[in-house]
């Protein structure tokens, strides 16, 4: 089993979703979080005040999927997230030791 | 007496009321979110306490008798006499009446000062400064210009609704406030964006909406210059709001939201002592005024380097002085009585001098005790990790549930 962990425009996360599902995945979990990378940041000015702000605001993806499904969900994510411009995200696949479903107590596979 | 003038007056003291946790909001968004109860709570308390000194105290020092032109007497200490009737001021409303009028302002102006204060100063300190102030400062000042004091009977000068007893009032203490607290830690090195500015903008409306009370109400009556006063404080507002969004487009290439509502505010406070004095175009050209120099006053805090943090004195020092100095030459005779003139300017620009010094010095002197005594600074630790938290116990946004 895999988690993959994608840092992605917030504004690709109603197209990621319709493509992870297309694919078979059975959810995911969203939030809205604030990163820098490569990307510059930007300038904020509050009455006359200038900032410079180095974070951007970005939504992180998780999805738990199995490993026959892991190469689908990823290629799917690049493909959807690319623009091309700089400040797509990135994605990380990490081993998954156990995945336990709380209602059930169901473990591993069946958990997914 | 005049059922529509007390009906209006109820109404009008609501709407000054409600102008207290718009303020609130205003300033709530615009502080960092660690903040926002502290910067909420300063504007809240203000309503309970300020209301207990103005029954007791407050009105009575303002608003019965006259003791040299400075201050009132204690003949209505507690209310004692102020009744149903209007025996003791003879306007066409009850003189409960007036006294809760008058108690909204007293009870917005210290509110106002909060707002050069925000994320540093200890709520102990700020509690008892506002009552002290309130007594001193508040009570002397509105006597002086409503309650047949020397600025209005001496110098001549005239404030319909509060340049002067309100917002140049408010101003002055702001500065003297900041000088003593001196400014929060990192001001000018780190980030100290507002947090959540719907909620500034949110407040921004309810003052516009309160305003016409506060204005229109000014008129003591439901009449052709209560009229007069909305319809200015309306176009006031409007042009304020326009011109700064404008400035903002000029100089920085983006109009914001922050810009509007504070715009707003400052044709709102410029329009305050002149609403009942000038006609429409005054009000045009006084809108236009505190749009271009509020925003540009905006660069005094870093010029001179004091943390003015949500700009108390851009807005209501300089906003409260281009109203009270405009208005001697922009006053309609046909309006209110008052002819703008050479001579008028110099009243104004007098009562101008003599409200900032009296507030300025008054405040000075009181939070240099406060400080030397109790502290007016919280700690560098509840500093850091926030007011809301460490002062009062609570946060302002939780993560679940």
Known sequence: MKMIVAYINPFKLEEIRDALKEAGVSGLSAGNIQGFGRQAGHTETYRGAEYEVDFVPKVRIEVLVDDTLAPTVISSIEETARTGSIGDGKIAVLPVEDVIRIRTGERGQDAL | MDTGDTAWLLTSSALVLFMTPGLALFYGGMVRSKNVLAMLMKNYISMGIITVVWVFVGYTLAFSGDTGGFIGDFGLFALDGVGLDNAVHGYTVPDNVFMVFQMMFAIITPALIAGAIAERMKFSAWAIFIVVWSIVVYSPMAHWVWGGGFVASDIEA??????????????????????????????????????????????????????????????????????????????????????????????????????????????????????GFVNPMGAVIIGLAAGVICFLSLQI????????????????????????????????????????????????????????????????????????????RVTEDQERRGLDLTLHDEQGYVLAE
């Open chain 2, 158 to 275: 005239v404030d319909f609704a509060g340049g002067l007893v309100v917002h140049i009032n408010a101003g002055a203490a702001a500065l003297a406030l900041v000088l003593v607290l001196g400014p929060r830690l990192g001001w000018r090195h780190t980030v100290m964006r507002p947090h959540s500015l719907p909620l500034t903008l949110l407040g921004a409306g309810m003052l516009w909406f309160g305003w016409f009370g506060f204005n229109a109400g000014s008129a003591l009556a439901a009449n052709g210059a209560a009229a007069n006063a909305f319809v200015t404080t309306q176009i006031a507002a409007a042009v304020a709001a326009s011109a700064w969004a404008g400035m903002e487009q000029w100089r920085a290439g983006a109009p914001t939201t922050l810009g509007v509502a504070s715009g707003a505010v400052a044709g709102l406070v410029a329009i305050t002592p002149a609403a």
């Open chain 2, 301 to 376: 805090k870093f010029r001179f380097n004091f943390d003015d943090s949500l700009d108390v004195i851009a807005v209501h020092l300089v906003g409260g002085i281009l109203g009270a100095l405009l208005l001697g030459i922009l006053a309609d005779e046909a309006i209110g009585g008052v002819a703008g003139s050479a001579e008028q300017f110099g009243r104004q620009a007098l009562s101008v001098v003599v409200a900032f010094a009296y507030s300025f010095v008054l405040s000075y002197a009181l939070a240099r005790i406060l400080d030397a005594t109790i502290g007016i």
